[in-house]
């Protein structure tokens, strides 16, 4: 527990500020993909592993950056992650070459991982029970905030300067927010756990193999023995994985969680939606550059009827969870998800006009607002109040990947039959791949089917304080 209470109001201004910066540059990066592509040279899977960099490594420490905090002090590994995204930043800035831009992301995307999960920590300590949930709120908005202006602030900035600046605009944000927490934020610690490092590694090398595969089968075909290899090699390295979590004294993921069936539905559901829709934004950010030859500014404005929904929408749907449960709302959400996904294949033509995209686009942003709350309340519903914390870290961990894998595989069937030579080569290549993301999103209509009635319900200040200090 801290020593002391932080200051609340610049506790708020300081982590706002770090929130905003790690969620903007998950999607910040979709509009500068066409203009890397032709600067770096780069082929579509160093795209892919471009924005699957940083979502990997994010996804796969993001239940050890809460630890850390735990055990080294919350300020500290809070500055600490902070300084190491934004050095992280200006080396992709700096980058000459795909594979440099590539290894800056994956570390931005583990500092992201220690930042995100204490600013929320921070935050709580910072204010009373009293006025904690306006705080909170105020946290979420940000997040979504980021998430919504994405798009718009990476193709304002490559259309005005250039697509290095969409990473520059980091550091003098960094250079800022680092010296105040010295100074305004309180240091504090936690339960101290032991830090699950082998579980770490073999996450990390296993979905690494995996993903490396999937990236690479476009242009090796899936007989060639360095995707065979890769890809085997991942499995067997995630087996050890899972062998491994069954005996580890602290684990950084209890697999006791998915025998509930609670869980298990509601972790199929956030990864199918992530695959789904973060995969197919992955390439129809690039549709309107690369087919349609818009600006990367006015491309990134035609997003924001699908990515600001969740804006107005996610605040009413975590309040119909509370009263109608989470399982009619998910599964609602991922139907007019998928069958978004599928209007926009059937619409799409290097000509179409951009009105008749914004119908599917709005029903597609609902649909993702329909999720987000409903999940969190079943996860939570799921598990008892001491495991709130680790549930929810191992939710968004999993939903990150389903990102990760959307990329990779809807990369892949676009490669497979697409290419970038010509709008039509281009829609030829789109077309299948987003009809593939609306599947898995169908399937994870199914899946939210299956959570239990009694699993989702009300969850209180109690249980939401419990998975911020976890």
Known sequence: MPSTRSRPGWTLALVSLALFMVTLDNLVVT????????????GIDSLEWTVNAYTLSFAVLMLTGAALGDRLGRRRMFIAGLS????????????????????????QGAAAAVVMPLTLTLLSEAFPAGRRGLAIGIWSGISGLGVALGPVIGGAVVSGISWHWIFWINVPVGAVVVPLAMV??????????????????LATAGLFGIVYGVVRSGALGWGSATVTGSMLGGALLLGAFVAWERRAPEPMLPLHFFRSRAFSATSAVSYSMYFGMFGSVFLLAQFFQTA???TALQAGLRTLPWTGMPMLVAPVAGIL?????????MAAGLALQAGALAWIALLLSPGVAYPLFIPPFVLAGAGMALVFAPSANAVLGAVRPHEVGQASGANNAIRELGGVFGVAVLGTVFSSVGGYATPETFVHGLQPAVLVGASVLAVGTAFALLVPRAATRRVRSGAAEASVAA
């Open 321 to 329: 969870s509370d009263r109608l449960g989470s399982r009619p709302l």
């Open 84 to 107: 190491l995204f934004t050095l992280g930043s200006a080396a992709a800035a700096l980058s000459t070459s795909a594979a440099e831009l590539i290894t800056a992301r994956a570390v």
């Open 292 to 294: 349609q030859h818009y």
């Open 184 to 201: 305004r934020l309180t240091e504090s610690r936690g339960r101290e756990r032991r830090f699950d490092l082998p579980g770490v590694l």
């Open 31 to 42: 509009m500068a993909l066409p203009s890397i592509r032709v600067d770096l040279r780069a």
